[in-house]
């Protein structure tokens, strides 16, 4: 007797299941790994800032001081900390005594330093070319002021209090300066890289309202009240580079607005920069330690603004 094999293939059905498994299966995988990715960027990130902190104290170690938010020529906090995140090579190139676009300074302001970057943002090789960018900003404080208040009478910006943050324009602070507690103060914090595109509306810009205000809560009032799609309030897109440059849109940032809420600007001379990131939900802040934590944007602003003062003497209640 002969016996018949034949080879049974599958049904559309079960063909139709198998692939709904596969697909569920890739549906629960890939949230996995991308958050095991954000882990290992938010580990990755954190290193960075511990090192630039570290970096502002040993700084502080050879000069008794750190250096400044930027000098006189708007050179960066960053240029000066090179040498102590082993990048004394990249150090010899800045000329501290020019402008940072001098041409004296073009092989700094193109150079790449793999510690000035986050991982977790994906713009941070999309700058022009011959700009290097840093994710990575200092803190000038809670006040709204730029740079140093007018001592001219009539100036728009006299008598106002001067930056309070530990990193300053034109001047340098001790850590004996920082009154509130090291591990109270912010060094560093985190802003996203820009578009570098002002014809198009990015949660990355700083935008411009146009109008001026006197304290840190008008200034609050006075961002969110704009339409951030109106392209007449573009301000500056080009934020985060090059690092080499001493500016609120490249190097500083402030604790006037929350952490990832939109900053603004009011030339002549007030800034809101924020802090902001890809860590859901989260900054990371640098303190004056040594220490980086993850601060969650839901800290009230009252603390966050404490955070932002070396010698307010608030009580930081969370």
Not at 186 to 208: C, K, M, V, W
Not at 234 to 261: K, M
Request: glycine letters at 8%; charged letters at 15%; a neutral charge.
């Amino acid at each position: 007797m002969t016996v018949s094999l034949r080879k049974r293939g599958f049904t559309l059905i079960e063909l139709s299941v198998v692939i709904a498994i596969i697909a569920i299966l890739i549906g629960l995988l890939l949230p996995a790994v991308q958050k095991v990715r954000e882990a290992a960027a938010r580990s990755q990130c954190s290193n960075n800032a511990k090192q630039l902190i570290l970096a502002a104290h040993n700084y502080h170690d050879a000069n008794q001081m750190f250096p400044p938010g930027r000098n006189t020529n708007a050179i960066s906090t960053h240029a000066f900390l090179l040498p102590f995140i082993e990048q004394a090579n990249v150090h010899k190139t800045v000329d501290f005594t020019v402008s940072w676009n001098h041409a004296n300074n073009t092989v700094a302001r193109g150079t790449k330093i793999k510690t000035f970057l986050c991982p977790s943002d994906p713009e941070a090789n999309s700058v022009p070319a011959g700009w290097a960018a840093t994710n990575y900003r200092t803190n000038q404080g809670s006040g709204l002021l730029h740079g140093q208040p007018s001592t001219t009478p009539g100036n728009i910006n006299y008598g106002l209090p001067a930056p309070n943050g530990p990193f300053v324009p034109n001047q340098t602070r001790k850590m004996l300066d920082i009154t509130d507690g090291t591990s109270h103060t912010a060094g560093f914090s985190e802003h996203l890289i820009g578009d570098f595109n002002n014809g198009r509306s990015s949660p990355t810009d700083t935008f411009e309202p146009g109008t001026y205000p006197n304290t840190a809560d008008e200034s609050v009032a006075l961002c969110n009240a704009i339409d951030p799609t109106n392209l007449s309030y573009q301000g500056r897109s080009d934020v985060g580079a090059p690092w080499l440059q001493g500016y609120h849109s490249t190097s500083t940032y402030f604790h006037v607005s929350g952490p990832n809420t939109r900053s603004c600007m009011w030339p002549p001379g007030r800034i809101a920069t924020t802090a902001s990131s890809y860590h859901p939900g989260t900054v990371m802040v640098a303190f004056c330690d040594g220490s980086v934590r993850l601060v969650s944007n839901s800290i009230s602003i009252a603390n966050w603004r404490a955070m932002g003062s070396r010698n307010g003497e608030e009580v930081i209640s969370e």
